[in-house]
C-alpha cells in the first residue's frame, strides 16, 4: 500500500519561513519523481516544485527563488523549504510521486497571515 504523508504545515505570519516534508511508504522512492503541488480555495491545484529521481528540480515560476525542494532517498522523505511567505501562499499543499503510476498525499494545510 503506497502512502504519502505530509508534514510541518500551520500558520505562519507573511515574511516567515516553513519547512514541509513528505514521507512515502510502499514506493520505491529513490525512483520516483517528488513533487510538491498546492492548491489555494477556489483555485486550481499548481506545481510548486518537482526533483526527478536524478536530483534536478524544476520550480514554478511564482516560487523560484523562494523556496528550495530536496530529497533524502535513505529517509523516502522529500521536502519543500518555503521563505518570505506571502499571504498568497495559504494553500493546502500536495505532496505528489511520479513514475509509472501518480500517487497524491492527504495534503497538509498552510495559511499565510498579514
Known amino acids: 500500500q503506497v502512502q504519502l504523508v505530509e508534514f510541518g504545515g500551520g500558520l505562519v505570519q507573511a515574511g516567515g519561513s516553513l519547512r514541509l516534508s513528505c514521507a512515502a511508504s510502499g514506493i520505491n522512492f529513490g525512483d520516483y519523481a517528488m513533487g510538491w503541488y498546492r492548491q489555494a480555495p477556489g483555485k486550481q491545484r499548481e506545481l510548486v516544485a518537482i526533483?526527478?529521481?536524478?536530483?534536478?528540480?524544476t520550480y514554478a515560476d511564482s516560487m523560484k527563488g523562494r523556496c528550495s525542494i530536496s530529497r533524502d532517498n535513505a529517509k523516502n522523505t522529500v521536502y519543500l523549504q518555503v521563505n518570505s511567505l506571502k499571504p498568497e501562499d495559504t494553500a493546502i499543499y500536495y505532496c505528489?510521486?511520479?513514475?509509472?503510476?501518480?500517487?497524491w498525499g492527504q495534503g497538509t494545510q498552510v495559511t499565510v497571515s498579514s
Open positions: 505528489n510521486a511520479v513514475w509509472r503510476k501518480a500517487y
Open positions: 526533483i526527478h529521481s536524478g536530483g534536478t528540480t
